[in-house]
């Protein structure tokens, strides 16, 4: 698919609308939940009217290859989506129970509430005996 001056391919293959961070695919998949040029630019409001009406054109006169990209895309979402969480998204949620649990038996203390979360996180460690962060 050639693209026109308004759009470019990022080194990732996602085609983004140039100077702005929202992505072919997003456009697209508005358009097609039936917004209008209008409401896109509502949603968007760092996207002018005249390239969002520009993206749908494009998108109307390339329907074909644009929908393999946006599909594409799409599948590409749902297989991140469906990957199993990284030891860095673990080390978090095991972070952020240990801290739930510390709010519960510390929420009447007012000294405890005002506390950054990092020192909550090195008291816990302190509490277990073991290391939070």
């Known amino acids: ?3 026109p001056d308004f759009l470019a391919q990022d080194a990732d ?9 929202i992505g ?10 039936g917004y209008s040029a209008e409401k896109i630019e509502e949603e968007f409001p760092s996207l002018p009217l005249d390239l969002v009406r ?8 390339n329907q074909a290859e644009a929908d393999a990209y946006v599909e594409a895309y799409r599948a590409e979402l749902q297989r991140q989506a469906a990957a199993p969480p990284g ?3 673990l080390k978090i949620r095991q972070l952020m129970d240990k801290l739930r649990q510390a709010e519960t038996r510390h929420g009447s203390d007012p000294g405890w509430s005002n506390l950054p ?17």
């Open 87 to 89: 030891p860095g998204v």
């Open 117 to 133: 979360v990092l020192e909550k996180l090195r008291r816990i460690e302190n509490e277990n005996g073991t290391k939070a962060m």
């Open 13 to 21: 293959g996602e085609i983004r609308l140039i100077g702005h961070r």
């Open 54 to 61: 520009k993206v749908i054109a494009f998108y109307r006169s």
């Open 1 to 3: 698919m050639t693209l």
């Open 24 to 33: 072919l695919y997003t456009v697209v998949r508005c358009y097609k939940e």
